[in-house]
T-cell receptor, first 114, second 113 residues
Framework: SQQGEEDPQALSIQEGENATMNCSYKTSINNLQWYRQNSGRGLVHLILIRSNEREKHSGRLRVTLDTSKKSSSLLITASRAADTASYFCATDVAGGTSYGKLTFGQGTILTVHP | KAGVTQTPRYLIKTRGQQVTLSCSPISGHRSVSWYQQTPGQGLQFLFEYFSETQRNKGNFPGRFSGRQFSNSRSEMNVSTLELGDSALYLC????????????FGPGTRLTVT
């Protein structure tokens, strides 16, 4: 079962615009991560935000985390055609034996038009 | 450092057969996790190995099994293949001390006919 729900399922924008993707989850987490996947290939790690952090930046990426609402957002600024990919949020669920287990959302398909 | 490698990249098997997939983690990483990705179910966790021990297991039938060797390389095996096992199988490695990000391999595309 999926821990996360992502919104929107698909997003189409022009180069230079900003893209915002949202993720909601159900249970308490240790951290939340965002990954990118190009055309059915392996996933590339983008950013990790811990449960006690509210915002994190990496280059053109900005991630926010609201644990009270159990939600996160990923903002990609000044998007490029090369950003076209599927984006997934993944949670490391708190408690129990969560070793090595990430629970993924269904993903957002981002298309950036040149 | 070399990334995570998976072999083979593509595989076609017939229902009822068995298959073994291999994953070599990043040097120094002791944890290897396996995931199955399908259009219908998305990315689902199969199991995780650390220092040759399975520490965590997802909700998959016993036909799915795995192991890890002393050099941290891991294999997963699927016996009595079913059509629904057609998927992209991804492995990911990490140092093993959380919280941590996972580094994914390119995946093995398994098609069951």
């Amino acid at each position: 079962s999926q821990q996360g729900e992502e919104d929107p399922q698909a997003l189409s924008i022009q180069e230079g615009e900003n893209a915002t993707m949202n993720c909601s989850y159900k249970t308490s987490i240790n951290n939340l991560q965002w990954y990118r996947q190009n055309s059915g290939r392996g996933l590339v790690h983008l950013i990790l935000i811990r449960s006690n952090e509210r915002e994190k930046h990496s280059g053109r990426l900005r991630v926010t985390l609201d644990t009270s609402k159990k939600s996160s957002s990923l903002l990609i600024t000044a998007s490029r055609a090369a950003d076209t990919a599927s984006y997934f949020c993944a949670t490391d669920v708190a408690g129990g034996t969560s070793y090595g287990k990430l629970t993924f959302g269904q993903g957002t398909i981002l298309t950036v038009h040149p | 450092k070399a990334g995570v490698t998976q072999t083979p990249r593509y595989l076609i098997k017939t229902r009822g057969q068995q298959v073994t997939l291999s994953c070599s983690p990043i040097s120094g990483h002791r944890s290897v996790s396996w995931y199955q990705q399908t259009p219908g179910q998305g990315l689902q966790f199969l199991f995780e190995y650390f220092s040759e021990t399975q520490r965590n297991k997802g909700n998959f039938p016993g036909r799915f099994s795995g192991r890890q060797f002393s050099n941290s390389r891991s294999e997963m095996n699927v016996s009595t293949l079913e059509l629904g096992d057609s998927a992209l199988y991804l492995c990911a490695s990490s140092p093993g001390q959380g919280p941590y990000e996972q580094y994914f391999g390119p995946g093995t595309r398994l098609t069951v006919t």
